[in-house]
């Protein structure tokens, strides 16, 4: 199991203007959702993760390495990010090669890199488009394809900025369940998210960020019982955890199924 | 007369062999409040773009039946003139900044320079979409420097100025955090307040449900249905057609609460926790 | 904002100029000692640009432009100096390299030359806002769309900057070197260059739909938004350099003809 230690993180671009002041967290195995609105410095904090930043002050420590010592590349095979763009990294002609890219620059053997890249098509459900080009797939299959070629590196760490965006129903289920398998495989996943429904579906525990600070940290139903705190972070507890506390439930309810079956379990009938 | 009438409307992109759009019919009144759902691919964009005439003048391809905008035909109009009844923003607001301009307030003076206004009108209209926009405190920034809710209301403002009649959405806030959605939102509600038409292509049904007088279902280039927001979501076919209903729909759908004289699921919170109430208390006297 | 464009925004006389103004000098600043023919011409407008440089605060800024053009003059004056077809008066020698009077004021005739062009256009540039420059060339007669191209060149071009900086980073982060070696960096070329041009496209063609739905085509005649600035100050300068480009015209025929 991975393991990312955080100790006393501060960064700034400017001197005079920290991004982040002073975050101290450390991941366990629990897949962690981070929220918090945009210039909270969600994106920073995962960048430097990623060793893409080094500290201003403060420590990253990844599997006990210090990320100030160690270059983007070098830790490219222990922590994969998927972009949230995913313009922003397809070149290959063939979708096959432009997910063994990344593999085969971590050292795998090209026999290996094509195995994992056929099993990260998969996963994806793009199994049949290997020999396709890319920039004929739609934009949400080249999300897919994207998500493919981090997933075949297999990393310890697997990080994701704003999965779901453009993505209707069917493709958020498949992340969804992306991140499921990635979390029984024993991989650490920490996504930034925007889509509190899906927050509360899919992941354990949920940082929330402010101003650069950690505002609220622990397992998403704790989280998402503090309406007020989130509201300060202008952000909104999911939308059955809304109606429940309206109906003025004590419980937090995360999904839609989680309060159908409580109240079925109660002996409710139609 | 119908505000917007689309009849029979077909279209097919250059290069493919499927149909985008196949045989699209409906029309929408003045002032309606439109939202359009459906998955990935299934014509949602297409249609957008048809409104305003981008098809078929920017993508060629082959194109059939007619897009009527307050009885001008989209299609023979061309976009520089059908953009003062009809405008459009897109998902994507850092593409639709000009980048010619270095404020805000330049940059909604853009389209207004184009259609030829005097100064003082154009002074006139930008003030006023800058208040509707809620960007008054924005308009000496440059537009690069906007947050991403804050550069799509600009976008909308830029828009609003030309004074359109309809203003049709594509995912306008796909790409915004929740605060920069609700900005948009809220925005958006409040034009249709004004009495300009709206047609707002959206994943979050949740805000569908809320904000639309009538959601058209599209599904692999066609219509599937088109009426209140409690008929679609308590439509059967919904996930087939890769549509999830609003969470307060998937509860009460959960717990087969129909309302009693419609036969249809709640849609909002609203009518959700009126449902809902009702049986709380009779659970706890049962 | 990081931006390309030199321009900083003062609240100065020379900045209120209008642009055509300031394009009239350029024009003088050339014309007239071309025509007059003299070297205390130029130098008179060079003495002439410092001030109205100093007037607009920006002064400082022609440093960075004005040491770039020095190394280049430098290897004007050693060539001219020491290699000038023509040069027989020896200046000064240096050990065995001897430098000719004929090649050096050859060379500082080019160096004044250079000089007066770079800080006459310094005015422009550094005082005027990118797009009220192309709005006066639109008004002018420019077609906007070149003019919008010029315009936003401006702030596109950082944005691109901002997109090469992720396109590095994600390519970084799935084990890609982009540092070391000639033969890493060739390497790197194709995974970075692939998406930022596939990426430039795709941006471009969603900002040319854009526009259009904004009216850029339309057949009206375009109006703007921001006041045309010329007033009473600029019609007197531009007289001024009118009457003075005109004398050194007349000059210059007096002197032909005689």
Not at chain 3, 111 to 117: A, Y
Request: glycine share 8%.
């Amino acid at each position: 199991m991975a393991d990312i230690q955080v100790k006393e993180l501060t960064f700034g671009y400017a001197e005079s203007k920290p991004v982040l002041q002073g975050i101290s967290l450390s991941f366990d195995g629990r897949s962690t959702a981070i929220i918090g609105q945009n210039g909270a410095g969600k994106t920073t904090f995962v960048k430097l993760l990623k060793g893409l930043l080094k500290p201003t002050a403060g420590d990253v420590l990844i599997d006990g390495q210090n990320t100030r010592e160690a270059t983007v590349a070098s830790l490219a095979g222990r922590i994969g990010m998927v972009f949230q763009n995913p313009n922003d990294q397809i070149f290959k002609n063939k979708v096959l090669d432009e997910v063994m890219f990344g593999p085969l620059n971590i050292g795998m053997s090209e026999g290996e890199a094509k195995e994992h890249a056929e099993a990260a098509l998969a996963l994806v459900g793009l199994c049949g488009l290997e020999q396709e080009n890319p920039y004929d797939l739609s934009l949400s299959e080249r999300k897919m394809v994207a998500i493919a070629s981090i997933l075949a590196m297999d990393t310890g760490v697997v990080i994701f900025d704003e999965p779901t965006i453009a993505q209707d129903w069917r493709g958020r289920r498949t992340i969804g369940s992306i991140i499921r398998g990635l979390r029984e495989r024993g991989k650490l996943v920490i996504a930034i998210l925007h889509d509190m429904d899906f927050v509360a579906e899919y992941f354990e525990r949920t940082v929330v960020f402010a101003k650069g600070r950690v505002l609220l940290d622990g397992g998403t139903r704790e989280v998402f019982a503090k309406e007020e705190c989130l509201r300060a972070a202008y952000l909104e507890p999911p939308h059955v955890t809304q109606l429940c506390k309206s109906l003025g439930y004590n419980e937090v309810f995360l999904t839609a199924e989680d309060f159908v079956s409580h109240v079925k379990g109660n002996g409710f009938t139609v | 007369m119908a505000h917007i009438a689309v009849q029979h409307l077909k279209y097919r992109y250059p290069l493919t062999d499927e149909l985008a759009l196949r045989d699209i019919s409906f029309t929408v009144g003045e002032g309606e409040f439109i939202g359009i759902i459906g998955q990935n691919g299934a014509g949602k964009s297409t249609l957008c773009q048809a409104l305003c005439g981008i098809i078929p003048s920017f993508y060629k391809g082959a194109y059939g039946g007619k897009v009527l905008i307050d009885g001008e035909e989209a299609a023979k109009t061309p976009v520089a003139e059908l953009c003062r009844k009809v405008g459009i923003v897109f998902q994507n607001p850092f593409s639709q900044v000009t980048g010619s301009k270095l404020t805000v307030y330049e940059e909604i003076a853009f389209g207004l320079e184009n259609l030829g206004l005097p100064r003082e009108e154009m002074v006139r209209r930008i003030d006023h979409a800058l208040e509707l926009l809620d960007i008054q405190a924005l308009r000496e920034q440059n537009p690069f420097d906007l947050s991403g809710g804050q550069m799509q209301r600009m976008a909308i403002a830029g828009i609003i100025a030309m004074e359109p009649q309809v203003i049709i959405l594509d995912e306008p806030t796909s790409q915004l955090d929740p605060q920069g959605s609700e900005e948009v939102f809220r925005a958006v509600q409040k034009l249709c307040l004004q009495g300009i038409t709206i047609l707002m292509v959206e994943h979050k049904m949740e805000k569908i449900a809320a904000y639309s007088d009538r959601v058209m279902l599209m599904d692999k280039g066609e219509i599937v249905d088109f009426d209140t927001p409690q008929k679609i979501f308590s439509l059967d076919c919904l996930e087939a057609c890769g549509v999830q209903p609003p969470a307060f729909t998937q509860i009460c759908r959960g717990l087969g609460l129909r309302n009693g004289d419609t036969g249809l699921y709640p849609v909002t919170l609203e009518e959700a926790h009126k449902a809902l109430d009702q049986i709380k208390g009779g659970a706890a006297h049962g | 904002m990081k931006e390309i464009s030199l321009y900083e925004e003062k609240d100065t006389p020379i900045h209120a100029l209008d642009p055509l103004t300031k394009i009239l000098y350029i024009l003088a600043a050339i014309l007239v000692p071309a025509l007059y023919g003299g070297r205390t011409a130029m130098a008179a407008f060079i003495a002439a640009s410092i001030a109205v440089l100093l007037a607009g605060r920006v002064l400082r800024r022609t440093l960075p432009i004005l040491s770039f053009s020095f190394i280049v003059l430098i290897t004007v004056v050693i060539i001219q100096g020491l290699f000038r077809a023509g040069n027989t008066t020896v200046a000064f020698a240096l050990g065995p390299v001897v430098f000719y009077r004929e090649g050096l004021s050859f060379a500082l005739g080019i160096g004044l030359n250079v000089v007066n062009i770079l800080l006459s256009f310094s005015i422009l540039v550094l005082t005027t806002r990118p797009s009220d420059l192309v709005e006066a060339m639109v008004r002018l007669g420019l077609s906007p769309k070149l003019g919008y191209v010029l315009a936003s060149v401006f702030q596109i071009i950082p944005q691109m900057t901002a997109t090469m900086g992720t396109i590095t980073d994600a390519q970084r982060s799935r084990g890609m070197e982009t540092e070391g070696s000639l033969l890493v960096r060739i390497k790197a070329f194709l995974p970075l260059i692939a998406p930022v041009v596939m990426n430039s496209l795709i941006t471009t063609k969603e900002r040319a739909i854009a526009l259009e739905v904004r009216g850029f085509d339309s057949r009206r005649e375009k109006t703007f938004l921001r006041e045309r600035k010329a007033r009473g100050r600029d019609k007197a300068v531009n007289a001024l350099l009118a009457v003075l480009i005109v004398l050194a015209l007349i000059g210059r025929v007096t002197i032909w003809l005689t």
